[in-house]
C-alpha cells in the first residue's frame, strides 16, 4: 500500500490475453488511492467486468472511459443480446456503474492534490478522421492507410449506430463534452482523460504511421489550455511516454498486449503516477 494518497492511470489492459489477466489477479491492493482506466479493457463484457470487480477492490475509487475494443462488437463474441454503437456504450456504463465506476456520464469528481484541487473529467469523443495530412481527403483516407496495411479493425467492428457515422457520433459527443467542461467554474484545473490523444503531434507510430485518422480529433487540439488542464492522459497508442505541451502535462498510459510489456515487473509497475494527494 502507498503512504502517500496517488492518482494512478493505466490504459490498454486488454483483458483477452491470458497473461494480461494474469497480471491483474496479482495486482495488490493500493487502499486510498485512486485509478483512472483509460479504454481498452477488451472485447468482451466478462472481461470488463472483471477488470470492474477487481479494480474496484485494490483502489478507492475507480474511472474509467471507453477504448475502441470495448465497443467492437464482434460476431464470434456469444453475448446476449449482440449489443453495437450506442446501446454497446450504455451497456458498458451500466456495467461499471454497478461496481462504482465512475464514467463519462457521471458526475465530475474533485482530486484534493498537493498544489489544490483538481476536477477529474473523464471524456469520451472517439474520432472523425482529420488526424489525417491536409493532401488526403476524407474519402480517399482508409485507402491511403491501407497502403501500408495500417487499416484499423473499428472499419469493421465498430458500428456507430444509431448514428449515421462515427464522424456523426464524435461530433454529438463532443458538443456535449464541450458543454459540461465549459460549465465548469472559472480557474478550475482539470485532469482530462480520454482514450485518444487531444492532440496530433503527440501521436508517435513508426510501425504504423498511417494509423493516425484512428487516434483522434483536431476539434481537441487546445483543449489543454481551453479547460485548464494541468494532466492529460490517454492510451490507445501502445506508446508509454511523457510530453509536455503550454505547461500541461499528457501522459500516454497503456499497458497492451504481452509482447509489449514485461511480465516479470506486474502490471502494478506500469500504473502512471498523475498526482499526489
Not at 485512486?34 to 470487480?53: M, Q
Not at 458543454?179 to 467554474?185: F, Q, S, T, V
Request: with cysteine.
Amino acid at each position: 500500500m502507498s503512504q502517500v494518497r496517488t492518482l494512478r492511470a493505466i490504459s490498454d489492459l486488454h483483458l483477452a490475453s491470458a497473461a494480461n489477466r494474469e497480471a491483474l489477479a496479482e495486482l495488490p491492493s493500493f487502499g486510498d488511492d485512486w485509478l483512472i482506466v483509460a479504454g481498452d479493457i477488451g472485447e468482451r463484457l466478462d472481461h470488463v467486468r472483471l477488470a470492474f470487480e477487481t479494480l474496484t477492490g485494490k483502489f478507492a475509487r475507480v474511472f474509467w472511459v471507453p477504448g475502441n475494443h470495448d465497443l467492437w462488437s464482434l460476431p464470434d463474441n456469444r453475448e446476449t443480446p449482440a449489443l453495437s454503437g450506442e446501446d454497446r456504450y450504455r451497456a458498458l456504463v451500466a456495467c461499471a456503474r454497478e461496481f462504482g465506476v465512475l464514467t463519462p456520464e457521471d458526475p465530475f469528481q474533485t482530486w484534493e492534490s498537493r498544489t489544490g484541487p483538481h476536477v477529474i473529467a473523464p471524456l469520451f469523443l472517439l474520432y472523425d478522421y482529420s488526424f489525417r495530412p491536409d493532401h488526403v481527403g476524407r474519402e480517399e483516407v482508409v485507402g491511403w492507410a491501407r497502403e501500408q496495411g495500417a487499416v484499423c479493425a473499428d472499419e469493421y467492428f465498430l458500428s456507430p449506430a444509431p448514428y449515421e457515422s462515427r464522424e456523426h457520433w464524435c461530433e454529438a459527443r463532443l458538443e456535449e463534452t464541450e458543454a459540461r467542461l465549459a460549465a465548469l467554474p472559472e480557474g478550475t484545473r482539470t485532469v482530462l482523460v480520454n482514450h485518444y490523444p487531444l492532440r496530433r503531434d503527440l501521436i508517435h507510430i513508426p510501425r504504423a504511421p498511417r494509423f493516425t485518422p484512428w487516434c483522434g480529433t483536431r476539434r481537441t487540439e487546445d483543449w489543454h489550455l481551453r479547460f485548464n488542464a494541468s494532466v492529460v492522459v490517454s492510451g490507445h497508442l501502445h506508446t508509454r511516454r511523457t510530453d509536455w505541451r503550454d505547461g500541461a502535462r499528457f501522459e500516454e498510459v497503456s499497458l497492451g498486449y504481452p509482447r509489449q510489456w514485461d511480465q516479470q515487473k506486474g502490471m502494478a509497475f506500469y500504473l502512471r503516477s498523475i498526482l499526489s494527494g
